[in-house]
């Protein structure tokens, strides 16, 4: 699968890549901007993604919102963000605690 993995914490991204890659995943990014997801969701063939909430200071709703209108699934990776809000907002997207291995979340 090719997983679009948004992540603006250095190690906390590279610890994902190397999870995903090692579970046969081509991981397009990580995208460290709210721009460069989107560009990446607008430029990149994707199955699915893994999207950090907060990408230096700014919302991934938007990102998140492309990716449902497109039926592309996506989980949220996050540490501080209410999973009931999220769960209202995004229904069919499960709400990951930071840190989550990556086996519990593909």
Known sequence: MKILLAEDEAIVAFDLKMDLEDEGNVVVGPCLTLKSCIDAIETKCIDAAILD????????????????????????????????????????????RKPMPVKKMV
């Open 53 to 96: 909430v907060d990408l230096r200071g700014e919302d991934v709703f938007p990102a998140a919102e492309i990716l449902n209108a497109r039926a592309i699934p996506f989980v949220f990776h996050t540490g501080h963000a209410s999973a009931i809000d999220l769960q209202r907002r995004f229904p069919n997207a499960p709400v990951c």
